[in-house]
């Protein structure tokens, strides 16, 4: 069963990290605190990612504003930075079209 959101009442589709939905819900979110982290898949497909930089540092990333991780490859049996994609993937939470419409208002302003 699908979440809805407690602001729009509409279904939670899209993943933010929690401590980013709170400072959305608040508008307390600014561009200047948002970290892109991409994620290379074995399958060849890209994950995207949106932390706030506290969140990166707690995880041990560099203080930029995209990051890049790479999955394990199961043929190589190489696990890469498969501990910290899964770090990362207890950070997130869902959120609902227009808060995600509302976080990318913000992540796209010059």
Do not use: W
């Amino acid at each position: 069963m699908m979440s809805s959101c407690e602001i729009h009442n509409l279904p939670e589709v899209f993943l933010l990290s929690r401590e980013m939905k709170a400072l959305l819900v608040t508008n307390k979110l600014m561009k200047e605190n948002i970290v892109l982290v991409l994620v290379n898949l074995q399958s060849g497909k890209v994950g995207k990612y949106y932390i706030t930089k506290d969140e990166g540092k707690h995880l041990g990333l560099h203080d930029g504003n995209s990051v890049t991780l790479f999955d394990r490859n199961k043929e190589r049996k190489e696990l890469n930075d498969r501990f910290l994609v899964i770090k990362l993937s207890h950070l997130m939470t869902e959120v609902c079209d227009s808060c995600y419409d509302n976080f990318l208002a913000i992540y796209k302003t010059n």
